[in-house]
């Protein structure tokens, strides 16, 4: 394990002034997802949800802050909104940001952007348009395709017609089993999934729901997730905005041709406006909101061509930047020996390209972590915890999957953060091995590691 970069003093301060000297451990929650994991799409689970059990539990397990998914990418907002979609009808913005207040708790909410299925069945003219023609795609399609993850379960007695009643962009299309890979794990019913131009009317509909947000309910930061463009298609967006605004832009190329370097820069440059708009509406409603922006680190060429995502430009119009390093959603060896050792190789790649695109969020850029405990096992969570950590602390995706063993891994290791300063270096391998120690006495590993293997055999002997 390599040692993680740190954050100098002026990149500590945005967290520093607004919560204090203290470490963040934040807990978060996708409500839409279901009870496992993240592979369902499910609005009738949403009123299972008890935000005051949920809070206590995260308290009581270690963790000082939390997350809230208020948007995610099927397009529902989960708060009391006269502008968005809230097929649940219940306001759980509302709901935590009142609890989060009693128990002293840090509360972020997360608002996913460009990815938004039910405005694309809706407003299907505000989806991006794919510029060339490949297997199963024309020149000309707008950019709506079946969703790679959440999968829909008809609940007993309810038809597919009345289900897509409700939710409007489910096709009648199943998948009937789970696939080995963690990419075809969703079993059921398929929805569809749509990204939308950073220059159509969906930008002005995002803006304005992050107003309504914003204006009325009591949060410490709102986060921008999929601020970018599609990871599964390189060809957006071909619609006749972007060919108008890019030929304005650069009238010395050929409008055709929407590729090269010029190209690039321009989709880098919708997606950057898009941002500083967010960050723009939000401080105009209360500066003391932190804002930040997700991304996938990976390299240059994957943001710069693929995402669309300028580090630097976006850092400098955000208080902060949020690399998702989720290694162990490739894989675990709980799974087998196969997808414990490419975990592993995505965990040793994300830690070494993390110290490559450090510089590129600029020397003054504040960045926090996001990990995942959700599919993936203690130790590989623990790992993911000290290796991403860069000096706030860490964030950890998500509530829901979270097993007994690594809540209670999650409380010893927060008991060690809360000793900590915001700057300080993480907890150390050998703080991991003794929480493991204390996990594995309680709850034994499914594939225990040579280290408790040896131990093991010691004390027989």
């Given at each position: 394990?390599?040692?993680?970069p740190k954050l100098n003093k002026i990149q500590l301060a945005p967290f520093k002034q607004?919560?204090?000297?203290?470490?963040?451990?934040?807990?978060?929650?996708?409500?839409?997802?279901?009870?496992?994991?993240?592979?369902?799409?499910?609005?009738?689970?949403?009123?299972?949800?008890?935000?005051?059990?949920?809070?206590?539990?995260?308290?009581?397990?270690?963790?000082?802050?939390?997350?809230?998914?208020?948007?995610d990418t099927d397009g529902a907002t989960l708060s009391k909104t006269k502008i968005g979609?809230?097929?649940?009808?219940?306001?759980?913005?509302?709901?935590?940001?009142?609890?989060?207040?009693?128990?002293?708790?840090?509360?972020?909410?997360?608002?996913?952007?460009?990815?938004?299925?039910?405005?694309?069945?809706?407003?299907?003219e505000t989806v991006s348009i794919h510029i060339k023609t490949r297997k199963n795609i024309?020149?000309?399609?707008?950019?709506?395709?079946?969703?790679?993850?959440?999968?829909?379960?008809?609940?007993?007695?309810?038809?597919?017609?009345?289900?897509?009643?409700?939710?409007?962009?489910?096709?009648?299309?199943?998948?009937?089993?789970?696939?080995?890979?963690?990419?075809?794990?969703?079993?059921?019913?398929?929805?569809?999934?749509?990204?939308?131009?950073?220059?159509?009317?969906?930008?002005?509909?995002?803006?304005?729901?992050?107003?309504?947000?914003?204006?009325?309910?009591?949060?410490?930061?709102?986060?921008?997730?999929?601020?970018?463009?599609?990871?599964?298609?390189?060809?957006?967006?071909?619609?006749?905005?972007?060919?108008?605004?890019?030929?304005?832009?650069?009238?010395?190329?050929?409008?055709?041709?929407?590729?090269?370097?010029?190209?690039?820069?321009?989709?880098?440059?919708?997606?950057?406006?898009?941002?500083?708009?967010?960050?723009?509406?939000?401080?105009?409603?209360?500066?003391?909101?932190?804002?930040?922006?997700?991304?996938?680190?990976?390299?240059?060429?994957?943001?710069?061509?693929?995402?669309?995502?300028?580090?630097?430009?976006?850092?400098?119009?955000?208080?902060?930047?949020?690399?998702?390093?989720?290694?162990?959603?490739?894989?675990?060896?709980?799974?087998?020996?196969?997808?414990?050792?490419?975990?592993?190789?995505?965990?040793?790649?994300?830690?070494?390209?993390?110290?490559?695109?450090?510089?590129?969020?600029?020397?003054?850029?504040?960045?926090?972590?996001?990990?995942?405990?959700?599919?993936?096992?203690?130790?590989?969570?623990?790992?993911?915890?000290?290796?991403?950590?860069?000096?706030?602390?860490?964030?950890?995706?998500?509530?829901?999957?979270?097993?007994?063993?690594?809540?209670?891994?999650?409380?010893?290791?927060?008991?060690?953060?809360?000793?900590?300063?915001?700057?300080?270096?993480?907890?150390?391998?050998?703080?991991?091995?003794?929480?493991?120690?204390?996990?594995?006495?309680?709850?034994?590993?499914?594939?225990?590691?040579?280290?408790?293997?040896?131990?093991?055999?010691?004390?027989?002997?």
């Amino acid at each position: 394990m390599t040692t993680p970069p740190k954050l100098n003093k002026i990149q500590l301060a945005p967290f520093k002034q607004r919560f204090g000297k203290k470490k963040i451990f934040a807990q978060c929650l996708m409500p839409i997802r279901g009870p496992q994991g993240f592979r369902k799409l499910d609005y009738d689970f949403v009123d299972q949800i008890n935000p005051a059990e949920i809070i206590s539990k995260i308290v009581d397990n270690g963790y000082n802050a939390f997350g809230l998914v208020v948007k995610d990418t099927d397009g529902a907002t989960l708060s009391k909104t006269k502008i968005g979609w809230n097929p649940t009808n219940r306001d759980l913005v509302g709901e935590f940001s009142e609890i989060c207040q009693k128990k002293n708790v840090i509360f972020f909410l997360s608002i996913t952007n460009m990815n938004d299925a039910y405005r694309g069945a809706l407003h299907p003219e505000t989806v991006s348009i794919h510029i060339k023609t490949r297997k199963n795609i024309k020149k000309g399609d707008p950019g709506i395709h079946h969703e790679g993850e959440m999968r829909v379960d008809l609940p007993e007695g309810t038809t597919i017609e009345e289900m897509q009643k409700k939710i409007p962009f489910l096709t009648k299309e199943v998948d009937e089993k789970i696939g080995a890979a963690r990419n075809a794990r969703g079993k059921g019913y398929i929805p569809l999934t749509a990204f939308h131009c950073p220059r159509s009317k969906h930008a002005d509909y995002m803006i304005a729901l992050i107003k309504e947000i914003a204006s009325n309910y009591q949060v410490d930061g709102i986060l921008a997730d999929y601020i970018r463009y599609s990871t599964d298609y390189f060809d957006y967006c071909g619609c006749e905005r972007c060919r108008k605004a890019y030929a304005q832009q650069y009238p010395n190329n050929n409008p055709a041709k929407l590729k090269g370097k010029d190209w690039f820069r321009f989709r880098m440059d919708n997606i950057l406006e898009f941002g500083k708009k967010f960050n723009d509406t939000i401080k105009s409603v209360d500066d003391n909101i932190l804002t930040g922006w997700f991304n996938l680190p990976g390299p240059k060429f994957y943001s710069n061509r693929l995402t669309g995502q300028d580090y630097y430009g976006l850092t400098k119009v955000m208080d902060s930047a949020l690399p998702m390093l989720y290694p162990y959603l490739t894989g675990s060896i709980d799974d087998g020996r196969y997808w414990g050792t490419l975990a592993n190789l995505v965990h040793w790649y994300s830690q070494r390209n993390m110290k490559r695109r450090f510089k590129d969020y600029g020397k003054d850029a504040t960045i926090f972590g996001i990990t995942n405990s959700v599919e993936c096992n203690t130790e590989e969570m623990l790992k993911s915890f000290i290796a991403y950590d860069y000096g706030l602390g860490i964030a950890v995706f998500k509530y829901y999957g979270t097993t007994e063993s690594q809540w209670y891994a999650s409380k010893l290791y927060g008991k060690i953060l809360s000793q900590q300063e915001i700057g300080d270096n993480s907890p150390t391998r050998v703080d991991i091995r003794k929480i493991l120690q204390k996990v594995y006495e309680k709850y034994p590993p499914k594939v225990p590691p040579k280290w408790w293997r040896e131990n093991n055999d010691m004390q027989l002997a």
